[in-house]
């Protein structure tokens, strides 16, 4: 069974509207990640938030984590066309490997 | 930068064939992984390594095996191929440890059709 899930599975906005992508997931982390793909090919890894940490930015990303509610969002403002892709939220709990979730296919139309 | 290669983008293999997948990378990275991407399904493990000859099941093992011989190197096997492996495969290497998060980094994948 996935241990993150990503909501929505797929998201339709305009070029300068917001993102906002969420995670849940089922037991306890170490720490949230978030992995972009583009289209056929591998995953790049955007932004790491610790489970002591509830808030991070990387410039045009911010992600919360609320480890109460077990849940995770990731915000992409002033989103542009080159944001189309699709968003994995990937827990790290302890385990060796990263569980990562069915993600969120982004769509930002021009 | 870390480059993780993926030795084939594309294969098309027939059903029963012995299939091997490699996957290099130049970082010196103990832990390597090989993921499966399904759509509706996401990323599902299927064998990781966290050192040479050492090697852990993930959550769909059945059909494959794994070898590292090498630091660098991490192959998958599946030792005959079924319609039902058709699929992406993702390589994907990284350090162990809190300072790294046990961030890891991916391949360009592999898109594998068995006829």
């Known amino acids: 069974s996935q241990q993150g899930e990503e909501d929505p599975q797929a998201l339709s906005i305009q070029e300068g509207e917001n993102a906002t992508m969420n995670c849940s997931y089922k037991?306890?982390?170490?720490?949230l990640q978030w992995y972009r793909q583009n289209s056929g090919r591998g995953l790049v890894h955007l932004i790491l938030?610790?489970?002591?940490?509830r808030e991070k930015h990387s410039g045009r990303l911010r992600v919360t984590l609320d480890t109460s509610k077990k849940s995770s969002s990731l915000l992409i403002t002033a989103s542009r066309a080159a944001d189309t892709a699709s968003y994995f939220c990937?827990?790290?709990?302890?385990?060796?490997?990263?569980?990562f979730g069915s993600g969120t296919r982004l769509q930002v139309q021009p | 930068d870390v480059k993780v290669t993926q030795s084939s983008r594309y294969l098309v293999k027939r059903t029963g064939e012995k299939v091997f997948l490699e996957c290099v990378q130049d970082?010196?990275?103990?832990?390597m992984f090989w993921y499966r991407q399904d759509p509706g399904l996401g990323l599902r493990l299927i064998y990781f390594?966290?050192?040479?000859?050492?090697?852990e099941k993930g959550d769909i093992p059945e059909g494959y095996s794994v070898s590292r011989e090498k630091k660098e190197r991490f192959s998958l096997i599946l030792e005959s191929a079924s319609t039902n492996q058709t699929s992406m495969y993702l390589c994907?290497?990284?350090?162990?440890?809190?300072?790294?998060?046990?961030?890891?980094?991916f391949g360009e994948g592999s898109w594998l059709t068995v006829v």
């Open positions: 390594s966290y050192d040479v000859k050492m090697k």
């Open positions: 990937a827990t790290d709990t302890g385990r060796r490997a990263l569980t």
């Open positions: 970082m010196d990275h103990e832990n």
């Open positions: 994907a290497s990284g350090r162990p440890g809190q300072l790294s998060g046990n961030t890891i980094y």
């Open positions: 037991t306890s982390i170490n720490n």
């Open positions: 938030i610790r489970s002591n940490e």
